[in-house]
């Protein structure tokens, strides 16, 4: 029950892709690979400048990577090159979401891009927006990279079903559950969080107290005015400018587990 819970009401996947970063100009090259489980995985590998800083992209729970393009530009226009994948039955990605599925399409796109890395001689970082956070923090938590980023990310499921749906046992069901909180001491890389003030999705206290339970170095930035889906534009310049300092102060980071 708790299973299909979280299957019906927390992933929304949208199968038809919008567009192409080849829509806005910018070199890429479709990416196909398998899960663990043997389910096949669409990505796009969006290659900027010389290749020595990749960012694993892991997108939030509703459409699928096409309707990230703009933000997928606007770190290419940093000089980063981006990996950015479809989890299972999102996109072009075959197969059916589940939170099993979940983790192991991260891992499995962390391995596409440690190996995109490993080839150009770059740095690999992992970032992870809303639900995608979840995502990103397992990854990192398992596998070394350069650094970490969470962007309006929560706790575990059950402190953000509480926040929508009052109900006191929800915590004794879910909190076990896409849990960040219980993982996230085990990253050794450095780590940024991003959270919007006006976040009603995910209220930032949640954002603050995974921010609590991860380990040094890390670095907590409130966007003010920012709510859940508008962060990097409400952030602007000086959002971008402060990926780019971690970048700078993260690059030396082996982050190994």
Known sequence: MISGFIDRFIFFPERTLVGTP?????????????????????????????????????????????HRLDNIHKLYDL???????????????????????????????????????????????????????????????????NGLILESTFTNLGDIARVHYPLPFLNRWLGDRLNAVAKIAAVKAPILFFHGDQDAIVPIRLGRRLFAAAGE????????????????????EAYFKKICDFFNRAAGSTGHN
């Open 22 to 66: 080849g829509n806005l100009g910018l070199p890429y090259e479709d990416s196909w690979f398998s899960s663990s489980d043997g389910v096949r995985l669409h990505g796009w590998f969006v290659p900027s400048g010389p290749g020595d800083r990749i960012v694993l992209f892991c997108h939030g729970n509703a459409g699928n990577i096409s």
């Open 79 to 145: 000089g980063v090159s981006v990996f950015i994948f479809d989890y299972r039955g999102y996109g072009r990605s075959e197969g059916k979401i589940s939170e099993a599925g979940f983790y192991a399409d991260a891992e499995a796109a962390y391995l596409e891009a440690r190996a995109r890395a490993d080839r150009y001689g770059g740095k690999l970082f992992v970032f992870g927006r809303s639900l995608g956070g979840i995502a990103a923090t397992h990854v990192a938590s398992k596998y070394p990279c």
């Open 217 to 236: 170095p890390k670095e907590f930035v409130v966007l003010a005015g920012a709510a859940h889906n508008d962060t990097y534009l409400v952030g602007g």
